[in-house]
């Protein structure tokens, strides 16, 4: 672990430079958003208002899990629990190899973002900066469609096995919408502030409804089905659905009117909900659980633990739905991103495949010097992100596929 002051303001200004993008036009809201996907995003909003100050304190080179002091706001931390004991994902017994990466084509438009891709590794949908349409899939590597979505900051959050996309946009400053991309066409979702976040491939739908970072979690059963809330536990107040699985898992974090951050909940196909159990990190029950993704069985994400001083340290772990017990993932822990075989992506600076238990290492692309993975194919072989060169004051950003055998 490096001392607290080996570390400089040259991390925390990579982490916040993403955010710094130039809008489409006369912008309303923050046009980096499909950037900072998920939990990054809530984290960096809370942090970079003007009651706290980010400062990146240290990073553990081999165990994933990284310290960022914050100003103390108060928020409780849980008593001590029981947590469950580490168990394995059944990984495929090859391991990748042969991986390249390849800038996506984006018909001239030099600024661009994946922000997600399907299981099968085929389609991955993408935004566009300063073009005529904000939308981006591609199908094979090659462009599929360039839809024009209502609204600002219009985003893909998933595609399905048919290449069907769901996400939204602001179509006001503070009101969003969920929308579809199915035959050619961008579809209006049923509902009024809503957004859509996932989509498997029986076209059942998950998302939001509400104020942005403070709605309910809801589900379409499909693209032209009314808008459904899905049941809150006890106590909590808003929440999200982020992930749905194959089997109609639904996975997302939910939160109590007091202030807390929201932590990881899972709905059941049979009806029933549960809530996520808190790892242990270094000895101690973590904060929260924030889930990023669903496949088969399992969730993947990171265990927040905040301390007493005020640091916030991060830790990737994987889930088995089915006994809800934990295993520690290696790797730089952010996203964590897991395929159907068990790999486990994840990554800035250096992205890696977590396979077998050992790291390989995703070929950098030359124009990029910080990475955002959107996601990775069942099989672990087609993975989606964007590259960021972070020269001079502005950001250039490339649309990525990493394609291993």
């Known amino acids: 672990m490096r001392d607290e002051d080996e570390m400089t303001d040259e991390r925390a200004v990579r982490l916040l430079l993403p955010l710094r993008e130039e809008p489409e036009g006369p912008a309303r809201i923050d046009v980096a958003r499909s950037m900072v996907e998920g939990r ?5 909003r809370r942090w970079s208002g003007g009651a706290a100050l980010i400062a990146l304190t240290s990073v553990a080179a081999g165990g994933g ?13 849980p008593g001590p629990a029981t947590t469950a004991a580490p168990s394995a994902v059944a990984a495929a017994p090859d391991v990748p190899v042969g991986c390249e990466v390849t800038r996506l084509p984006t018909d001239g438009v030099k600024k661009s973002l ?4 399907d299981p099968s590794g085929r389609y991955l949908a993408g935004r566009l900066y300063r073009a005529a349409s904000n939308t981006i899939l591609w199908r094979d590597g090659r462009i599929l469609a360039t839809p024009r979505v209502p609204g600002d900051d219009a985003s893909f959050r998933d595609v399905n096995r048919s290449g069907v996309a769901v996400g939204g946009s602001f179509v006001t400053s503070d009101r969003q919408q969920a929308y579809v991309y199915r035959d050619g066409r961008v579809q209006e979702l049923d509902g009024r502030g809503t957004t859509a ?29 009314k808008v459904t809330p899905l049941r809150l536990p006890e106590g909590a107040t808003t929440g999200s659905a982020d992930g749905i699985a194959e089997d ?31 790892p242990p990190v270094d000895g101690e029950k973590a ?10 069985g399992w969730v993947a994400g990171r265990a927040v633990l905040d301390k007493p001083d005020g640091s916030r340290w991060f830790t990737a772990y994987r889930y088995r739905i ?5 295993e520690k993932v290696d790797g730089p822990g952010y996203p964590v991103l897991i395929a159907a075989n068990g790999w486990v992506v994840s990554g800035t600076q250096q992205p890696v495949i977590t396979a077998d238990d050992r790291l390989f290492d995703l070929p950098l692309h030359p124009d990029a010097d910080d990475y955002q993975i959107s996601s990775i194919s069942a099989d672990g072989r087609v993975i989606g992100g964007s590259g960021a060169a972070l020269g001079g004051n502005q950001v250039g950003n490339d649309p990525l596929m990493w394609t291993c055998r």
């Open 322 to 326: 089915a006994d809800g017990t934990y």
């Open 65 to 77: 899990t990284l310290a960022v002091a914050a100003l103390n706001d108060g928020t409780p931390v």
């Open 248 to 278: 109609g898992t639904v996975v997302g974090s939910v939160a109590p009117d007091d202030g807390s951050e929201a932590s990881g909940y899972l709905w059941l196909p049979d009806g029933t909900g549960r809530t996520m159990s808190l």
């Open 40 to 44: 990054r995003r809530r984290v960096l």
């Open 197 to 225: 976040t996932a989509i498997n491939d029986a076209g059942v739908i998950v998302g939001s409804m509400g104020p942005a970072y403070s709605g309910v979690p809801v589900r379409w059963d499909s693209a032209g089905a």
């Open 114 to 117: 994946v922000t997600s891709g």
């Open 287 to 296: 904060t929260f659980f924030w889930p990023e993704s669903i496949v088969d």
